[in-house]
């Protein structure tokens, strides 16, 4: 009986290791392509016949950020999208520029664990812990410090340097996807009732129809 339980055990531990967020690819490279006639459906993309990949499939050239917004922040991610062969392949990062107090504000990635290196300048950087501590989790990183926010966790980078500041991403998805706190809440397409918002943050109802006025901008 023990060694039944002990051979169940290990069964499920494999198991659990094998639900990846993004599955593990059974062949080299599968190179997404949008022509839905001459391809295999594979994790939300269809793959193009490896024998026709190019070089191009596996590059994207990065440029600087533009950080003439109100955030002071532009976020470039380099997800399947830019590079079709990311398909299947578990990865992805993103290039976040940073004017002088730029702000990445407080945001999630559903599929995604990041790891982030500062290339320059020096970033105040945290997360916060799912409910119900709630604990806020916070470095000031310079550069060649990294740093890792937890998958499905808010959390933020703030420019505390002088100058501007660059930092690169890991991502553990091919398609992390991005939920920016404030745009969800009070910028979703309809808007949340006023109703639901003002029980939830106990204010009146004059700040949440101010706050669904605003223009909430998209960094990335």
């Given at each position: ?161 002088y100058g501007n500041a660059l930092a690169m991403a890991g991502l553990s998805s091919q ?46």
């Amino acid at each position: 009986m023990k060694s039944s339980y002990l051979i169940l055990t290990a069964f499920m531990a494999l198991a659990s290791c094998a639900l990846a967020f993004d599955p593990s690819p059974l062949q080299d490279f599968c190179v997404a392509i949008n022509d839905t006639n001459n391809g295999v459906f594979v994790n939300g993309k269809f793959c193009k016949d490896p024998k026709l990949a190019t070089a191009n499939d596996f590059f994207f050239s990065v440029k600087e950020g533009n950080t003439s917004n109100s955030l002071g922040s532009k976020v470039t991610p380099v997800a399947v999208n830019e590079i079709l062969g990311l398909n299947t392949l578990g990865i992805s990062l993103a290039r976040i520029d940073f004017a002088p107090r730029g702000l990445n504000p407080p945001h999630t990635h559903p599929r995604a664990t990041e790891i982030l290196i500062v290339l320059e300048g020096t970033l105040y950087v945290g997360f916060v812990t799912s409910n119900p501590q709630n604990r806020l989790i916070t470095k000031v990183l310079n550069k060649g410090d990294v740093f890792v926010f937890p998958i499905g966790l808010i959390h933020f980078q703030l420019n505390v340097g002088y100058g501007n500041a660059l930092a690169m991403a890991g991502l553990s998805s091919q398609n992390p996807g991005v939920i920016t706190v404030a745009n969800a809440v009070f910028g979703s397409n309809p808007k949340i009732s006023s109703d639901v918002l003002t029980k939830a943050f106990q204010v009146d109802n004059k700040i949440v129809d101010n706050l669904q006025k605003q223009f909430w901008l998209d960094n990335n």
